[in-house]
């Protein structure tokens, strides 16, 4: 059964501490990678999609990267409007997307 | 350019009543999927419809039906509605072929 899970479930940070969050996932042929994130009440906000390991994304502060079991979010000098939850997919069979729990990130100022 | 649109915002529906919630996908999309978020949980998939036609559904029970339209849009309604189907109902639209789901803000639905 396709899997995915995210650690840490939550992550306190201070303004300008970079951190990285996890996305371990089980899958049986991995069509793609997505992170996204998502406000309080609001739908997920597409980040990225991954495709093959080794591949690397970057956006602004966030950097995505994938390997064969796993994938990282890496947030360097993460600023308070960062604060959100992180989610992660994979698509595989079909076209459904399989989600983490997601991580809390909290950036203090 | 208009994103994927969602009605109502929120809802509040007695346990056994039904409900209708509405989806409009963004503009030059063809497929239309529906989630369910728990609270503090990852959203769920329900099905995927295209050309009309339910074309993947995930665990969930026959209570929970959809239906597309010619214009894409899409519905979904639960019946004999339960407390554990409180939740974020969110509906993504994409192209099929093409990788990239794009998520609305939602239907926070809760069942009392």
């Known amino acids: 059964e396709d899997q995915v899970t995210q650690s840490p479930e939550a992550l306190r940070l201070q303004e300008g501490e970079s951190s990285s969050l996890n996305c371990s996932y089980t899958v049986s042929g991995l069509r793609g990678l997505f992170w996204y994130r998502q406000d309080p009440g609001k739908g997920p906000e597409f980040l990225f999609t991954l495709y093959s390991a080794g591949e690397e994304k970057e956006k602004e502060r966030l950097k995505a990267t994938l390997t064969k079991k796993e994938s990282f979010l890496h947030i360097t000098a993460p600023k308070p409007e960062d604060s959100a939850t992180y989610l992660c997919a994979v698509q595989a069979e079909g076209n459904k997307l399989v989600f983490g729990a997601g991580t809390i990130l909290r950036v203090k100022s | 350019d208009a994103g994927v649109t969602q009605s109502p915002t929120h809802l509040i529906k007695t346990r056994g009543q039904q409900v209708t919630l509405r989806c409009s996908p963004k503009s030059g999309h063809d497929t239309v999927s529906w989630y369910q978020q728990a609270l503090g949980q990852g959203p769920q998939f329900i099905f995927q419809y295209y050309e009309e036609e339910e074309r993947q559904r995930g665990n969930f029970p026959d209570r929970f039906s959809g239906h597309q339209f010619p214009n894409y849009s899409s519905e979904l309604n639960v019946n004999a509605l339960l407390l554990g189907d409180s939740a974020l109902y969110l509906c993504?639209?994409?192209?099929?072929?093409?990788?990239?789901?794009?998520f609305g803000s939602g239907t926070r639905l809760t069942v009392v």
């Open positions: 993504a639209s994409s192209l099929t072929g093409i990788h990239g789901y794009t």
